[in-house]
């Protein structure tokens, strides 16, 4: 009875946990709202500008180029906003066939990003649906088609896509159960109808916007200082009596990524950023679920750590039992996320404590209000909530 009094703690968290991760996993499936869609290619042909804002982006920008001119329809235009860029970015999407435009020097209160994105809108020619998508990003060559039929069959305002992750050093290969957690966090796939759910999954690497209600809510102006505009902007629709949906499909996603392909050290900075944001508008609802979840995933090893060094047979199957229902699940889950083998699961463990680290950080970085530097720039990041 004493021992399993001493396991009960832990038995009540990762059960929490576990119901918590059985329930977001779900749409992982490609069920329920974020289902595949079908149809043929006539059947999407609305006019599509593509807008990508690309600062230093020589390295990537081939690869989504290559991309886009595969997408089968294809967009009415593609648009590359070379914001300043000293690597050839300009040349390189020219040589392309891509419309170029250079924005105007950043002005005060303006982040990078949606400043760019605002020059791109603003030389289109009227398109009723703009996509914006980033350098980083390789399209399915159906997945435009995919996207514009959901959004006229579910009357949808913005589509933002789940994205696949191109894994190529050993150390990309370990990211799935890090992604896995933002999924939690973000309660990502889950109906958001009504404009009260602040938990929301949406990336910059692909928004499809109609544009009436793109100019209704504001365009980037209305994001101008939000470092995740992405989240804002679904948060917007929503608020303004629009519709988001995100689109999960794990049999052949619609856009693949490469995030921080310079290293480590730049995937941390890089979702530090990020989640910095997050934290503000998962509630405590997400902190709640995300800290069961994580009481199970840590929480396993560790109890089986315990037993072993105690000789406490108990506690050490108990360990491992939880432990080796974590790694299962991570390993079948993290696949519908990118290329990440098998063979990482067991290790979970070092990106789930990378995500605690990386979220402890940006929580301090919001509590010190400190500035936020990306690609050479430095901004100090405004606190104003998103409203309709």
């Not at 948060?235 to 499909?249: A, N, P």
């Not at 990118?338 to 301090?364: K, N, R």
Request: charged residues 20%; contains cysteine.
């Amino acid at each position: 009875m004493s021992t399993f009094l001493s396991l009960l703690p832990f038995l009540l968290v990762a059960g929490a946990g576990m119901v918590v991760w059985a329930i977001r996993m779900r749409p992982l499936a490609g069920r329920g709202p974020t289902g595949r869609v079908e149809g043929s290619a006539g059947e999407a042909s609305l006019p599509v500008a593509v807008i990508v804002p690309a600062r230093d982006e020589a390295a990537n920008l081939p690869t989504l180029l290559r991309s886009l001119a595969r997408l089968a329809p294809g967009p009415s235009r593609v648009i590359v906003v070379d914001d300043h860029s000293s690597d050839g970015t300009g040349e390189i999407a020219r040589a392309a066939g891509a419309t170029v435009v250079t924005p105007p020097s950043l002005p005060e209160g303006w982040l990078g990003k949606p400043w760019a994105c605002a020059a791109g809108a603003a030389a289109t020619d009227g398109e009723p649906w703009l996509l914006f998508t980033d350098a980083d990003t390789e399209h399915d060559a159906k997945s435009l088609q995919r996207a514009a039929l959901w959004a006229e069959a579910e009357s949808l305002d913005l589509v933002s896509a789940l994205p696949y992750h191109r894994a190529e050093r050993t150390w990309e290969k370990l990211q799935g159960v890090f992604h896995l957690l933002l999924v939690v966090a973000t309660a990502a796939g889950s109906r958001h109808d009504r404009a009260s759910g602040e938990r929301l999954f949406s990336i910059g690497q692909y928004l499809l916007f109609r544009r009436a209600r793109y100019e209704q809510i504001g365009g980037h102006r209305a994001v101008a200082d939000r470092v995740a505009e992405d989240v804002a902007f679904a948060r917007l629709v929503l608020r303004s009596g629009g519709r988001f949906g995100l689109l999960v499909d794990g049999d052949r996603p619609v856009v693949r990524v490469r995030m921080y392909p310079e290293g480590l050290e730049s995937f941390v900075a890089g979702w530090r950023r990020n989640v910095r944001e997050g934290i503000r508008s998962s509630g405590i609802g997400g902190v709640l679920e995300v800290s069961a979840v994580l009481g199970w995933l840590l929480g396993a090893p560790v109890l089986a750590l315990q037993g072993l060094i105690a000789s406490d047979l108990a506690t050490t199957v108990v360990g491992l039992a939880a432990y080796a229902a974590a790694v299962v699940e991570v390993a079948r889950r993290q696949r519908t996320l990118g290329d990440l083998p098998w063979w990482t699961a067991p290790l979970y463990p070092l990106f789930a404590v990378l995500f605690v680290v990386v979220s402890v950080l940006a929580a301090l970085d919001g509590w010190r209000r400190a500035p936020i530097r990306w690609r050479g720039r430095e901004t100090r990041a405004l606190t104003r909530r998103v409203t309709s």
